[in-house]
């Protein structure tokens, strides 16, 4: 038997404020026991448990490892400006002129993210259009 990924943890100065983002932003919930002032917070959605802990470190370098989000029902644009609406920033815009690339972001509290083309977005290249 391999090891599984059972959560993928986050550091946080506020772990219930910054898992409250991502369960928006992944249309993920968190945990029933999960409340304001808690040391950690989960949360549970489709493509991943997220567990966020209380770090007094404040995030000082760029992350070593970080979340592609691909858009389901949605395009690329229209995600990013949605994620920007929860609180999310722009880092880094490497959107092209063909309209491939992705939008790097940053949550609450400045980790990295990226959000590439959605799944119709990918499928029109697979067939041509796009």
């Not at 992944?26 to 950690?40: I, K, M, N, R, V």
């Not at 549970?44 to 989000?69: C, E, P, Q, W």
């Amino acid at each position: 038997m391999t090891s599984l990924i059972r959560h993928i943890t986050v550091d946080a100065a506020d772990p219930y404020a910054l898992a409250g983002f991502w369960a928006q932003a992944l249309d993920g919930s968190l945990g029933d026991d999960d409340f304001p002032g808690d040391p950690e917070a989960v949360v549970t959605s489709a493509g991943a448990t997220l567990l966020f802990i209380r770090v007094d470190d404040r995030k000082s370098v760029k992350n070593r490892v970080h979340l592609d989000l691909q858009p389901g029902d949605r395009t690329r644009d229209e995600e990013v400006e949605r994620l920007l609406a929860l609180g999310a920033t722009v880092q880094g815009d490497h959107r092209r002129p063909d309209g491939k690339g992705w939008v790097t972001l940053h949550d609450p509290e400045g980790n990295e993210f990226c959000v590439e083309r959605g799944v119709a977005e990918r499928a029109n290249d697979a067939i041509g259009k796009g």
